[in-house]
């Protein structure tokens, strides 16, 4: 779906997360603020042992973890990308993964979230294992989660799919439509953003949008 990708585009990073077709987030990833990068794995021991930014995939993948004997239960990365220290970005492995653990880990976190970003696709509408998800276990916890389609660049009239969205959730949910938030994003258009610096790559992307909803909803959630 792009969680990590879509982390990595919010705080301006090329590959801090390990992304790609190929590649399965198989552990909870806290990213915070820190005046300097420092990155932590929490052992099962919990003991933290710091690591560098080319051995998250060791511990992060499911196609990485199974050589390495240490397992881990958390990934935690401090860092200057975080523009405010009131925030702690958490990537989650799926929900539907054929790894019933990965899906315990991920439900298990959500009452500890004050927003909640729920991640599809351009490419498929919501199905109805996720509608039944974000009725029965998101709503009660975050009443006004934000729904994110990532990958509008592979799609011509994502739109389409927007609406689509918005028509399953209004039904699933029962609420009115212009209370349902659905922002549709381009990870892949932001990260180029970071090298051209051209402004049309940066309103392609729509990540202004998300930012600027990601900050309101943050402050009303803190209370400022």
Request: hydrophobic share 40%; charged share 20%.
């Amino acid at each position: 779906m792009g969680k990590s990708s879509l982390i990595n585009a919010l705080i301006d990073e090329q590959d801090l997360l390990p992304v790609g077709v190929d590649i399965t987030t198989a552990l909870i990833s806290a990213v915070t603020y820190g005046q300097e990068e420092k990155i932590h794995v929490v052992l099962e021991n919990r003991w933290f042992k710091r690591i560098s930014r080319d051995e998250i995939p060791d511990y992060v993948t499911v196609q990485r973890i199974r050589g390495n004997p240490q397992q881990a239960t958390m990934l935690i990365v401090e860092t200057p990308r975080i523009q405010s220290n009131d925030w702690v970005l958490v990537d989650t492995p799926s929900l539907f993964s054929m790894n019933t653990e990965l899906t315990i880990q991920t439900s298990a976190f959500i009452p500890n979230a004050d927003i909640i970003l729920f991640i599809s696709d351009a490419l498929a509408p919501l199905n109805p294992n996720e509608l039944s998800f974000i009725q029965n276990r998101i709503i009660s916890h975050c009443q006004n989660p934000i729904f994110v389609i990532t990958k509008i660049d592979l799609v011509r009239n994502y739109s389409a799919i927007v609406e689509s969205d918005r028509d399953r959730l209004v039904q699933t949910l029962v609420q009115p439509r212009e209370e349902i938030t659905i922002i549709p994003v381009s990870s892949k258009i932001k990260l180029e953003y970071l090298e051209t610096q051209d402004p049309v790559d940066l309103e392609d992307s729509n990540f202004a949008e998300l930012a600027q909803t990601l900050k309101y909803l943050s402050q009303h959630c803190m209370g400022k």
